[in-house]
């Protein structure tokens, strides 16, 4: 029997892509990325959706923590000291999630003898590609990019912070979120139009006239005489901007105006309809909780609160992947191009809560030990209230002293009961 402990990769993860030239693959969704950046900047519902998920993961972006206080000074310092900010580098490294990919070129900069971070450039993903090799791996320039003047660029991957959004049997390019909500994106133009065309023709009443035959003195060109008829269709043409028409009338000869509204009382509300489905149906593809897309029409407490926690589930997924990606491919650099190698690179703890939710989470936790539900003295539970506090662990210490007069007493009242038993017996 062969030996199955070959070491390297046999098969090839290039299936999904095909090469170009100079090693280069191609995106398959290369041509919808500029409908995708249509979609954001156009659309508000898909633009409020990716807002809501971008926001949502980095609300949550902690300080940099390693148990090594120099290199945690370090690292929050190179943040604090680069051009721009991490938040809005974040930011744009999330842009992942509608493109399916993000580049981000790490900066450096010599100060004092140690490499520092100068700033993140963060690139549009159009124009971008992949040096890969047979088996579908990065190449150590590993990132084409093809400028405006027509020539390209190679850059090195260890300079870079690829973030992948959906990837799919190693496809670097990843999948765009939008293309879950591409068809029904495709959809609201039409609809939008089509609502505009009826509520122009059902919307505003026709308006009808009556005159009398005959001719009257033209207003307009004095010393001419027009039909009446023909006098009223001028001004009716221009009855919208106007707003007012009014005639004089004498004997039978009567002129009226009426508006007849031809059926379109509601002709919006089947349209409106159709939007909101399809805004709905954008949320969802999004993966953010429909409730938030029905203005409090429906719903209870109970199904918002899961709703929330899903969401908030998801987050922490994205929240994952984005400081896995930091730590790996950015912080890690750093660390051992001034530390050297270490065992460990720190995290990003999530940020602390808020004080007010501090307070409010200490009401309940006294409303649950007050009935019963928690138990301050049990360790399990105490643990678990001081870290949603955010606060440290802290051991259960037992009253040593109390323990041992309660240990004396007992046995002082079981020599007593063995006194007893044996005058008895006697």
């Known amino acids: 029997m062969d030996d199955i402990r070959i070491m390297g990769q046999i098969g090839s993860q290039l299936n999904t ?16 990325i ?4 249509k979609m954001l900047d156009s659309d508000e519902t898909v633009s409020q959706g990716l807002e809501f998920l971008t926001l949502g993961v980095l609300i949550k972006l902690g300080e940099y923590d390693h148990e090594n206080p120099e290199i945690k000074d370090f690292i929050n310092n190179q943040f604090e000291r680069m051009k721009g900010s991490i938040y809005l580098a974040c930011e744009e490294i999330l842009s992942a999630i509608w493109a399916g990919f993000s580049i981000t070129e790490i900066n450096y900069a010599m100060e004092s003898g140690k490499t520092v971070l100068d700033s993140l450039s963060t690139y549009h993903p159009f124009g971008l590609y992949f040096n890969v090799d047979d088996k579908g791996r990065l190449l150590d320039m590993g990132v084409k990019q093809y400028l405006i003047t ?52 059902f919307g505003t009443p026709l308006v009808v006239a009556m005159v009398p035959e005959g001719q ?41 105006v009426k508006t007849l509204t031809n059926g379109g009382t509601g002709v919006g ?66 660390i051992e191009f001034n530390f050297g190698p270490q065992d460990n690179y720190g995290k990003f703890p999530q940020k602390k809560i808020s004080d007010d939710n501090k307070e409010t989470l200490m009401k309940i936790f ?24 955010d606060m440290p662990p ?29 005058d008895t017996n006697e």
């Not at 500029?34 to 950046?37: F, M, P, R």
């Not at 390209?152 to 912070?161: A, G, R, Y």
């Not at 799919?168 to 994106?185: D, E, I, M, Q």
């Open 216 to 256: 009257i003195n033209d207003p307009d060109k004095p010393g001419e005489k027009v039909q009446q008829l023909d006098y009223v269709l001028r001004i009716l043409a221009d009855l919208q901007s106007q707003e007012a028409i009014a005639m004089t009338n004498s004997g039978e000869n009567k002129a009226d």
């Open 269 to 334: 509300e089947a349209f409106i309809s159709a939007l909101t489905y399809i805004n709905k149906m954008i949320y969802r593809g999004l993966l953010i909780p429909s409730l938030i897309s029905d203005e409090g029409s429906s719903g209870s407490y109970s199904l918002g609160e899961k709703h929330f926690q899903t969401f908030d589930t998801i987050l922490d997924s994205i929240y994952q992947d984005l400081t896995e990606v930091l730590i790996e491919q950015l912080i890690r650099r750093l």
């Open 150 to 201: 027509g020539s390209h660029v190679d850059i090195p991957t260890n300079k870079c912070i690829i973030y992948t959004y959906n990837s799919r049997f190693g496809n670097l390019y990843g999948k765009s979120a939008f293309r879950r909500v591409y068809k029904n994106w495709l959809l609201k133009d039409p609809i939008l139009k089509m609502m505009a065309r009826a509520l122009d023709k």
């Open 17 to 32: 892509t095909f090469k170009i030239f100079d090693n280069a693959i191609v995106n398959p969704d290369a041509l919808k």
């Open 394 to 422: 802290k051991e259960i210490k037992k009253d040593t002293a109390a323990d041992i007069e309660a240990m004396n007493n007992a046995l002082n009242d079981y020599k007593r009961y063995k006194g007893n038993i044996g």
């Open 34 to 37: 500029i409908d995708y950046e």
């Open 366 to 389: 006294k409303d649950a030990v007050d009935i019963g539900t928690l138990d301050a003295e049990d360790q399990a539970d105490l643990d678990y209230m001081r870290s949603s506090l």
